[in-house]
Nanobody, 115 residues
Framework: QVQLVESGGGLVQPGGSLILSCAASGLNIEIYYMGWYRQAPGKQRELVAT???????IYLDSVKGRFTISRDNAKNTVYLAMNNLKPEDTAVYYC?????????WGQGTHVTVSS
């Protein structure tokens, strides 16, 4: 049974930082492109960052220079380091596969950027 468990979210002031983690079970992330998605209230889910099987990152323009995606295949975990957070980054963040059929979504982790 595939399970994705996201963690690390919280309430942070503008300009602050957070590190999100996504632990996968029942899925060998090593053979997949993995990504972080987010869904803000009233908006569609969007892909924020991708990390390829060759560890190359791809970012949404609005987060370039602020977010860093990484992976630890030995731990079957994907990370998203977020710096200089802005109110518009407020959303529920999820991880999942990219460029192949997604697996069941986890519960996500809430990120709120507010003063």
């Amino acid at each position: 049974q595939v399970q994705l468990v996201e963690s690390g979210g919280g309430l942070v002031q503008p300009g602050g930082s957070l590190i999100l983690s996504c632990a996968a079970s029942g899925l060998n992330i090593e053979i997949y492109y993995m990504g972080w998605y987010r869904q803000a209230p009233g908006k569609q889910r969007e892909l924020v960052a991708t990390i390829t099987t060759y560890y190359s990152p791809i970012y949404l323009d609005s987060v370039k220079g602020r977010f860093t995606i990484s992976r630890d295949n030995a731990k079957n975990t994907v990370y998203l380091a977020m710096n200089n957070l802005k109110p518009e980054d407020t959303a529920v963040y999820y991880c999942n596969k990219v460029n192949s059929a997604v697996v069941p979504w986890g519960q996500g982790t809430h990120v709120t950027v507010s003063s």
